[in-house]
């Protein structure tokens, strides 16, 4: 099993970036999005569900955020515009442990995990 992150960088504020994650080893389910950042907890981002038909963002990055994903690629993705230094952290990919169950805002509910890309945002 494989979950590689990619797309991050550096960005300066108020610009865009779109993450990949591209899976492998593991059937269609749930996924979702997490990022940390020093010094703060591992905070969720979004999530979406098995067919891409449901998904969600965090409250306090609804209108800035939008998961999505293609299944014939294997790859979800997370597209980021109007960034902020707060939004600086590294972000990981992560996929539920049964294709049985949709996403979750609970990291403890994730199974697999990438080993994420880093996102710096200058002001």
């Known amino acids: 099993v494989q979950l590689v992150e990619s797309g991050g960088g550096l960005v300066q504020a108020g610009g865009s970036l779109r993450l990949s994650c591209v899976v492998s080893g593991l059937s269609p389910r749930g996924m979702g999005w997490f990022r940390h950042a020093p010094g703060r907890q591992r905070e969720y981002v979004a999530g979406i569900s098995r067919s891409g038909g449901t998904t969600d963002v965090a409250y306090f990055l609804k209108g800035r955020f939008t998961i999505s994903r293609d299944n014939a690629k294997n790859t979800v993705y997370l597209q980021m515009n109007d960034l902020n230094p707060e939004d600086t952290a590294q972000y990981y990919c992560?996929?539920?442990?049964?294709?049985?169950?949709?996403?979750?805002?609970?990291?403890?509910?994730?199974?697999?995990w990438g080993r994420g890309t880093q996102v710096t945002v200058s002001s």
């Open positions: 992560a996929g539920r442990n049964s294709p049985d169950y949709s996403s979750s805002s609970q990291a403890l509910e994730y199974a697999y």
